[in-house]
Each structure stands twice: as structure tokens, then as C-alpha cells.
């Protein structure tokens, strides 16, 4: 299948591939939060970097942070709060050494702390980099020091800081995949710290080429097996493939397995693993034969019965112009399935020269190759791996690779988000008021944002999106704690960051409660308020309203307030301003209603929903505003109320030039009323023009940024003592010409006006041209320009989903078809263009 899927990518262009057939489930995230919304706690130490690596202890209230030469022992509850700290440094004898081998002074030779595990109650076992030497010691949790041992860490920890690596604790053993040597040359899948000694991988491009370690974690077999099986520990990296034939390198997202009870062959595979099995993980999509072939991170969310565990990873493609990611999940039963069941790959020569991988069809010895040592196994004779037969693990040590991949639940990815790179996972299972467990993931970004989604029957609900940190840089480590999370932690190489799992309280009414369709969230009918309610376990759950599916009828029809319940507001005759109207959600737009009555289309102009702008205030203005949202549900559409305003008229006297004011009413609108908002240059409005004028105003009406200079034009034209304004300003562009004409004629003005003059009185040179379409300065920075703002390269993807630093999308971005850059268009044959293609090998 996975053949096929190749044959089909390689027959086509990359960005026609993903581009032409939107694929499968993308999402656009409903609300998107700005990072003040969010009550964030952050925690960093001037001069300390790289807080990568997160232990977290629940039962002692604690969170261990890795960082560059510190560990620090921050507070559950709020990270802000530090309650220790070690230090680790390396002594200045061996900075010099590593520089000495080519290495930077000032970072690579630092100790980063990449592995946090807990080796018993009271120490914690830690590794780091230690200028490219890797190290372990203990740290003593009475006194939050480190014992001093400092064990040798090569295999444990990777010698590079840069470099990928993945290790877990399982029964006092550190399983590790990382390099084994200073050139990083060397991968290996290592258990460490074990009574019977080490146990490693071969050392061969079959078990592992070139590999990028992402996660790993220990499925333990159910508490009263009958089988007897042993626990596992699965690794999950992207590696370079070795089946397929193909220009360059193809890379491959595998999942690969031991067991905890291996301890090597007695004569074959002495000292190395006779359990490893690894295969591919595939997340494609279906209908393209797009393949995500790179994994960024995994999450193991576990179950009481193993084979109801989920697996959830995210993929990248290694052809990173098409800036995209999947989620896809995987049931344990089906990769059981795949390692007890599947068919092995074999290693032929054809033509003397070239080697091909083939299945293996023959007989296979028994017990099956790489298989665990199981209560079946006891009763041949077989009580460990060591009494295992030669043919066996001759087997396993020549076909580690298993031809059949693992599925994904459903064939095909959960949900595809492009214009942004997912670089970490969590899940958490949610039990929701309808009694029914939900899948909730937590994704981070390489941007520094976190989404969250809900994964339903048949499809993925992006729910929110927070940015976590306030650079636009990557997120290092995701952690949840196990149950009921009110929190998540996120460490960067900036600082660690405590996020809410969910906000509630930010959706102001019934409707956005439950049109969220977030499985943490319900609406209190007593409080009037969205509430988490898992944080108030002892109300009954009558008290609560929840619908995952978006029904908001369920809402409580709420009594109609009348106008005078609104906000008051009183406008100066003739000023401009702005009725704000924030909608929270993504997926809603905004409709006004005036005196009862919709505004109609006709009467105003949309462009967004940030607010309502009245032009020109004058008595038929006077009366009753509301906002309100309107979104669709499915083939359902809901509208609630947002905002109202009651406007009137202020007669008092005020300064004689206050009609004239140019500031869109910031002088008008009286202090104490905070709802009017000077308009930014970039607020999209609603536009509201005068009634009795409609005929008159079409420009106005037609341009979306307001030009102050109209407003007061408008104003002219409805009101009756205009005549002596405009006297003055015809006396104002008088005196304005005859200056530009002046100057002009001395030659004190550049450009278009020496033109002019020199048709006037003559040419004497020709006019210098002021605007050249081409100039490479112009090209270049806006390439960069679109670089920075980590939008995709592709013109032609047309992503709905918001990037991740992108202006939030309007509903209207997804329908229209985009138009290529006039300035791309006239530089079409520009170098640049090549130069910032990402052409795979
Ligand atoms: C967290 O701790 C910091 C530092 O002590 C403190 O300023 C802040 O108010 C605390 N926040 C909460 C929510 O407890
Ligand atoms: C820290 O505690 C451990 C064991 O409790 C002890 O062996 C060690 O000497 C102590 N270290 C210091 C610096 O007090
Ligand atoms: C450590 O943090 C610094 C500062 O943010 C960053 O430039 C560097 O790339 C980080 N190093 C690693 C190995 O993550
Ligand atoms: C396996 O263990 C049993 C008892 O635990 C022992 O009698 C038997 O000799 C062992 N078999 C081998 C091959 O060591
Ligand atoms: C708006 O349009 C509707 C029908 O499209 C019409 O019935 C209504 O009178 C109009 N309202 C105004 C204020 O023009
Ligand atoms: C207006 O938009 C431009 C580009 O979209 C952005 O660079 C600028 O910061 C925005 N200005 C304001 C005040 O939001």
C-alpha cells in the first residue's frame, strides 16, 4: 500500500499533490486568544537557557526543569514560585578539551540537562551534555544536591545538545535511543543501568540509518495476563529508509519495539537486543497519496487494558515547502497486530551489486523472531532470551524490519492543519456531562502556539489556539499531568510556561459556551456563566449545560432587555466614531440591528466585524444598536446578543471646532463611556452611512480604511451653515496650490512636479523615474517578508487554517481564491524565486 501511495507522490509534483485536492480534515481553530487573554505563569532565570526537559512529580506538587547547567525544582501550582536549585557546570579543563575539538565555548560546551528520570523516592537519576562528554549523577532530593558520582554517560544521553534523543525510566532501567559517539554518527537503542549489564543494538544500517529519536515509552502488559507476555518499550523515530529505492533521502517515521525482560543471546546477539522489531508508521492521506513521512512527537495515551491505548503522533513532511502537519492516531491492537503477526523484510542481492529489501516468504524458526519470552515459551524450555534458539535470533538479527505497516485509525490522518509546523503532542481523555470520554489534544507549534482540539466519531474540532510564549519559538516539551489537568507546562529555550487546560470563563454567553464544543466547559445556568465544571464536582450535573455537537438551543432564552438596559451613549451632532463589537469566535459574523430592524445590505458596507462606524451623527442616528453574532453549526445557524448601545444626541455646547474634529469622535464621545475606540489604521468595520445621504456618498462607503478628510466632508454636505466653511476651505486650497506652484517653480520639489515644470518651461533633463517594479531590494525584502511571517511558500495553498502568526482568518478568507502578488507577478523571472526553493534532493 505504502508502495503505492509512493509511486503516486513520486508521479507528481510535491505542491500540486497537497495543494490541488484539499485533503481530508483541516480545521480552523474557532477562537483564537491573544496572549494577554490567557493568565499565563512563567518562570526563567536571567543568564539560564534551554529549559527543555519537564519532570513532573503530582504527589509532591512539584515540576523538575532541565535547563543549561541548572536543575530547578519549580511549584505545581504556579511555576513562578522556585523552591531549589542545583547547579551544574563543567569544569573549565574540559570546555577546553571540546573547543579544542571544534566546538563552540560558549554553547556547545555547556551541560544541558537532557535527561530528568526518577530513580528512587528520594534522588532523581540526570544527565547532560557535559561539553560534548556526556554525564550522570544523582541528585538528593533532601538537600537538592548532586551526589557527585559522575557516571559515564555515553548511550544514556546524546553528546550533541542539538541533536534528537528520547529516553524513559522503566523499573529503575534507563532505556535511551541516542548517539553513541561524538560524531553522532552512531544510533543506538540501549538499556542502561540494568543488573545483567547493557544491552544495545547492532550496529547496522538495518536496525537503525541515520534515525531521529522523537519519544519513548513503556505499554505494560494487564495486570493478570493469561499470556504471560512481558512489557514493552516502544521507540519512535524518523529514519532514512532502506527498502525503498529513491533519489537522495527518503525518510521513514517508524515505531520500534523491545522487551523489559530481554537479556540478550548466549552465543548470537550476546549483549544485544533479540526482541527489536521495528516498522513504518504511516500517515497519509488517502485520497491524495500525500504521505507525512516525518514524526515530530508522539503521546501514548494509556488505558487499564493495553490494547485500548492510542498512540497520537505528529507528522511533518520532508519536503518542507509544503508547510503542513497531520495528526494521526494508532491503536495498540493494531500494532500489536503488525509485530506478533506481520512479515518480515529481507535483504536480497540482485545483480551482484545492488541490494533490494523483499518480503520474507519462507518458513520461519521458531519461537517467531523477536517475539517476547512468554509462559508458552517456559514450557519448551525457554525461560529468557538467553536459552532462545540460534536460528531465532540469527533471524531477528538479519530481518529487524517489519514489512507491513501500522495503520491509523480511520486510514487516514485525524486532522491536517497547513501554514504551520506541529512539533508536540499531549492527549488527555476528557469525560464530558453526557457521561462519554473525549479525546482532547494539545498541540504546540515551532511558532509558540498551543491548539487544542476535540476529537469527535467522525471528525476533529479545533477548538482554540493560545499563543504560550512571547517569542515566536519552538516548543521544546509539552507535559499534562495524568488526570483531571486544570494545567499543562511547556518549556522552551527561553522558560517554562503554565497554561490553563481550558477557559471557561472568557465566553461571555450561553451560545459561545457551548458553540465551543469544549468537553471542559459547560454553562451555569445559576451563575449566568461558562465554568469548568469538572473543578465543581460536588454540583449535580442538571446544573450545567453542555452539547458537544454545538446545540445552542439549549440555551436558556433569555428575558429581551430593553434599550434603556443597554449602554448610554451620548455623541456630539456630527462626529464619526466607531460602536465596538468584539466577536469571539472565528466562525461567527457579526449582524447589527437599529431600532429592531436588521441593517440591511444596502445600508451598510461589511467588511469585518470589529465594530460599526456611524459617519456624521446626526438625529436619525439616535435610537437603539445591537450586535449580534451569528454562527453555523453543521446546518444550523445561532445568533445571540453580544452588545447594545442606546445612542442620543449631546447637546451640550462645546468647543466651536468640534464639528471638524478629524479623530473619527474621540473629542465627541463623552469620557465616561469607554465603548467608542479611536479606529485603528487597520480595524476592519462595518460602515454606517448617514440615511438621508445614501445617494451621495459612495466613496465613503466604498473604502473600507476611513479617511478622516471624508468624514468631514460628509459633514458639510449635512449641514445647513456650510457656506462659510466653505469659503474658508476654498481659500485654504487656494493658498495651498499657489505654495505647491511656488515652490514647484524653484525647483524646491522633486520628482512629478520637475515634470511639470520642465513641460511647462521647457525640458532640460529628463525626469528621474521614481519607481522602478523590479528593483531587487524591493523583491528581496518581500520574499523575506513572507519568510518571517512563516507563511507557506506555495502561493496556491490557500489554507483556511490561521498561521500560526497570521492576522486571525475571516470566514471570508476561505471562500475567495488567491491572487498572486503584484509584485511576484512582474518579477516572475527573478533569481530569488529559485534561490528560496526547498527542492528535496
Ligand atoms: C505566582 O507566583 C508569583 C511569584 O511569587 C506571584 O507574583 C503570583 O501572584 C503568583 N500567582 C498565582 C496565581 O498564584
Ligand atoms: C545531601 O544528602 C545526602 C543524603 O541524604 C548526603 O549523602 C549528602 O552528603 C548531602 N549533601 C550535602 C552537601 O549536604
Ligand atoms: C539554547 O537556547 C539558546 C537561546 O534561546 C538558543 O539560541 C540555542 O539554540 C539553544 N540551544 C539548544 C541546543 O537548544
Ligand atoms: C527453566 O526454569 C526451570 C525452573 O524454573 C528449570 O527447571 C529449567 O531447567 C530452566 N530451563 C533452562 C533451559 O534453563
Ligand atoms: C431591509 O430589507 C428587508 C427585505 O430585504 C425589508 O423588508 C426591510 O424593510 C429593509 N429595511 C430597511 C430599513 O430598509
Ligand atoms: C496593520 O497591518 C500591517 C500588515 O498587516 C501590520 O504590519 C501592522 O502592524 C498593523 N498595524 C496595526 C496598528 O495593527
Not at 501500522?406 to 456531562?433: C, F, M, T, W
Request: glycine content about 8%.
Amino acid at each position: 500500500m505504502l508502495r503505492v501511495a509512493l509511486l503516486l507522490f513520486l508521479s507528481l509534483p510535491v505542491n500540486s499533490t497537497f495543494g490541488a485536492a484539499a485533503p481530508g480534515p483541516t480545521r480552523t481553530p474557532r477562537t483564537s486568544w491573544k496572549r494577554k487573554d490567557v493568565s499565563l505563569l512563567e518562570f526563567s532565570e536571567p543568564g539560564t537557557f534551554n529549559y527543555s526537559t519537564l519532570l513532573l512529580q503530582e504527589d509532591k506538587g512539584v515540576l523538575y526543569v532541565g535547563a543549561r547547567e541548572a536543575i530547578f525544582e519549580l511549584n505545581l501550582r504556579n511555576v513562578s514560585v522556585m523552591n531549589r536549585k542545583a547547579v551544574w557546570n563543567v569544569p573549565d579543563k574540559e570546555i577546553g578539551l571540546c573547543a579544542i575539538k571544534g566546538k563552540s565555548k560558549e554553547t556547545d560546551c555547556l551541560n544541558y540537562i537532557r535527561v530528568l528520570e526518577v530513580q528512587s523516592d528520594d534522588r532523581l537519576y540526570v544527565c547532560g551534555t557535559h561539553a560534548f562528554q556526556p554525564m550522570c549523577d544523582f541528585l538528593f532530593l533532601g538537600n537538592f544536591t548532586l551526589e557527585g558520582t559522575q557516571e559515564d554517560g555515553k548511550g544514556k544521553c546524546s553528546f550533541d545538545p542539538a541533536q534528537s534523543f528520547t529516553t524513559v525510566m522503566v523499573d529503575g532501567n534507563l532505556y535511551s535511543g541516542t548517539a553513541y559517539n561524538f560524531l553522532g554518527s552512531e544510533p543506538i537503542i540501549s538499556r542502561n543501568r540494568h543488573p545483567q549489564g547493557t544491552l544495545r543494538t547492532e550496529y547496522s544500517t538495518s536496525w537503525l540509518n541515520e534515525p531521529s529519536f522523537v519519544f519513548s515509552d513503556v505499554v505494560r502488559e494487564n495486570k493478570g495476563s493469561t499470556t504471560g507476555d512481558d512489557d514493552k518499550i516502544y521507540f519512535f523515530f524518523t529514519e532514512v529508509s532502506v527498502e525503498y529505492d529513491f533519489l537522495g533521502k527518503l525518510f521513514i517515521p517508524r515505531i520500534a519495539r523491545v522487551c523489559k525482560g530481554d537479556l540478550g543471546g548466549q552465543r548470537t546477539l550476546q549483549k544485544k537486543w533479540t526482541s527489536f522489531l521495528k516498522a513504518k508508521l504511516l500517515c497519509l492521506v488517502p485520497k491524495t497519496g500525500f504521505i507525512f513521512n516525518t514524526v515530530r512527537d508522539v503521546f501514548i495515551l494509556k488505558r487499564d487494558d493495553w490494547r485500548e491505548s492510542v498512540i497520537y503522533g505528529v507528522f511533518t513532511s520532508q519536503w518542507d515547502n509544503v508547510e503542513s502537519s497531520a495528526v494521526c492516531a494508532y491503536s495498540m491492537s493494531a500494532v500489536q497486530e503488525v509485530f506478533s503477526k506481520g512479515k518480515y523484510m529481507q535483504k536480497t542481492t540482485v545483480q551482484q551489486s545492488h541490494t533490494k529489501w523483499v518480503r520474507y516468504n519462507s518458513i520461519l524458526p521458531t519461537p517467531r523472531p523477536g517475539a517476547c519470552v512468554s509462559i508458552s515459551d517456559h514450557q519448551q524450555g525457554i525461560n529468557s532470551s538467553l536459552d532462545l534458539p540460534d536460528k531465532t535470533l540469527q533471524f531477528v538479527r538479519d530481518h529487524p524490519l517489519l514489512e507491513d505497516p501500522v495503520l491509523p485509525i480511520g486510514n487516514s490522518p485525524k486532522l491536517i492543519a497547513k501554514d504551520v509546523h506541529y512539533v508536540q503532542i499531549a492527549v488527555e481523555r476528557v469525560q464530558a456531562l453526557d457521561g462519554q470520554q473525549y479525546d482532547v489534544m494539545f498541540i504546540g507549534t515551532d511558532k509558540g502556539i498551543l491548539r487544542k482540539s476535540v476529537v469527535f466519531e467522525d471528525e476533529v474540532h479545533v477548538i482554540e489556539e493560545m499563543p504560550l510564549l512571547s517569542k515566536s519559538e519552538t516548543i521544546k516539551t509539552l507535559v499534562l499531568p495524568s488526570n483531571g489537568a486544570r494545567f499543562l507546562y511547556v518549556g522552551s529555550d527561553s522558560g517554562v510556561v503554565q497554561a490553563p487546560t481550558a477557559l471557561c470563563e472568557k465566553y461571555s454567553t450561553c451560545e459561545d459556551c457551548l458553540l465551543a464544543r469544549d468537553p471542559y466547559c459547560a454553562w451555569d445556568s445559576g451563575k449566568d456563566s461558562c465554568v469548568s465544571f469538572h473543578q465543581e464536582p460536588n454540583r449535580p450535573p442538571q446544573d450545567f449545560i453542555q452539547s458537544l455537537k454545538g446545540d445552542a438551543d439549549q440555551c436558556p432564552k433569555g428575558t429581551k432587555l430593553s434599550c434603556q438596559a443597554y449602554e448610554q451613549m451620548r455623541v456630539q451632532p456630527g462626529s464619526t466614531f466607531k460602536l465596538p463589537c468584539q466577536l469571539g469566535s472565528n466562525k461567527a459574523k457579526a449582524m447589527w440591528k437599529f431600532n429592531g430592524k436588521m441593517l440591511n445590505s444596502s445600508q451598510l458596507h461589511q467588511y469585518s466585524a470589529a465594530g460599526l462606524v456611524i459617519y456624521s451623527m446626526g438625529p436619525d442616528h439616535q435610537g437603539c444598536y445591537e450586535c449580534w453574532a451569528l454562527e453555523e453549526m453543521g446546518d444550523r445557524s445561532f445568533s445571540w446578543l453580544l452588545h447594545g448601545f442606546q445612542l442620543g444626541l449631546d447637546l451640550r455646547p462645546q468647543s466651536t471646532m468640534a464639528g471638524l474634529d478629524r479623530g473619527l469622535g474621540r473629542a465627541m464621545v463623552p469620557k465616561e463611556s469607554s465603548a467608542s475606540q479611536p479606529l485603528g489604521p487597520n480595524d476592519s468595520v462595518l460602515i454606517l452611512a448617514p440615511p438621508i445621504h445614501l445617494a451621495t456618498v459612495p466613496p465613503v462607503a466604498n473604502t473600507p480604511h476611513v479617511e478622516p478628510g471624508e468624514a468631514s466632508a460628509n459633514y458639510l454636505q449635512s449641514n445647513g451653515s456650510t457656506t462659510v466653511l466653505l469659503f474658508f476651505t476654498l481659500l485654504f486650497c487656494f493658498l495651498f496650490l499657489a505654495t505647491v506652484s511656488y515652490n514647484c517653480y524653484m525647483q524646491y520639489l522633486p520628482g512629478p512636479c520637475l515634470s511639470m515644470r520642465a513641460a511647462l518651461l521647457g525640458r532640460k533633463k529628463s525626469p528621474p523615474q521614481d519607481y522602478q517594479p523590479c528593483e531587487t531590494g524591493l523583491v528581496g525584502s518581500v520574499a523575506q517578508q513572507k519568510r518571517a511571517n512563516g507563511v507557506s511558500k506555495d502561493v496556491r495553498d490557500t489554507g483556511c487554517e490561521k498561521g500560526p502568526s497570521g492576522a486571525p482568518p475571516s470566514h471570508t478568507a476561505c471562500t475567495s481564491t488567491p491572487t498572486e502578488e503584484p509584485f511576484d507577478a512582474d518579477c516572475e523571472r527573478q533569481p530569488i524565486e529559485y534561490a528560496d526553493a526547498d527542492i528535496p534532493p
